[in-house]
């Protein structure tokens, strides 16, 4: 009996949210919002969204529109 090794399901990803020189860890990323790990307090204006798959990186010009007062873990943005 042959032991195989299991197939490779997934790939290791990393996203996170790079703004006025601030660098936030995202949790999950949406077409209209993004939902950061930790709360945070992030401005209206210009940011990158940063994907980050296996070493290989993609950033992407993204608005910040606005948070969830409520909910500061979870951020409206818009592409430009």
Known sequence: MSVSTPARLSKIAEFWLMSNG????LSQVAPEFVILRKPASIRQGPAILVIDVE??????A????SADRGRLEYISISRT
């Open 62 to 65: 993204v608005q910040v529109l």
């Open 55 to 60: 070493g290989r990186q993609e950033q992407r």
């Open 22 to 25: 601030e660098r936030y860890s």
